[in-house]
């Protein structure tokens, strides 16, 4: 089940499950205090949960993620977010099923979806290498990763 979040304690099951590559991640963008920066953050995306099940077969929030749209008189581009739970593992084809069907959408609606991810987020960069998105142009003009994030986008 996707929908749009609608409660903290949503995000806050997420925040506390993540995968162990997303919680490096976050530390290493925010540091410390990653956990209240990243529960101000989705706050203010206007994002989507995923309910999966977890490892006692009970419906759970799996990930929650987005588009923030970024676009302007000229051009229609988002930067595209996830952070999933361990439990993400359990409901794979789910994940991958719901992401092809709101990148899609997306793409109908954006020229450009694009963000950077963590260079240790193997997994994270399989799932989006699997819905088209590439990795080969890692000094795009304005945007400026962080040390040991890499940049990805999708154009159409």
Not at 66 to 85: E, N, P, Q, R
Not at 94 to 104: A, G, P, V
Request: hydrophobic share 40%; proline share 3%; charged share 25%.
């Amino acid at each position: 089940m996707l929908k749009k979040i609608d409660n903290n304690d949503e995000i806050l099951f997420v925040l506390d499950n993540l995968r162990l590559e997303d919680k490096k991640e976050l530390a290493a963008l925010w540091g410390d205090n990653w956990k209240a920066l990243a529960l101000n953050n989705v706050q203010d995306k206007n994002g989507l949960v995923l309910y999966g099940k977890n490892y006692s077969n009970v419906l759970v929030p799996i990930a929650i993620g987005g588009f923030y749209d970024l676009s302007d008189k000229t051009s229609s581009i988002a930067c595209v977010w996830l952070l999933s739970s361990i439990f993400v593992y359990n409901n794979k084809h789910l994940l991958m099923k719901i992401l092809r069907k709101e990148i899609l959408k997306a793409s109908k609606k954006y020229n450009i979806l694009y963000n950077y991810i963590y260079k240790s987020n193997l997994e994270a960069k399989k799932w989006l290498r699997k819905l088209g998105f590439s990795f080969d142009n890692p000094n795009p003009i304005l945007i400026k990763p962080d040390e040991g994030f890499e940049f990805f986008y999708k154009s159409n």
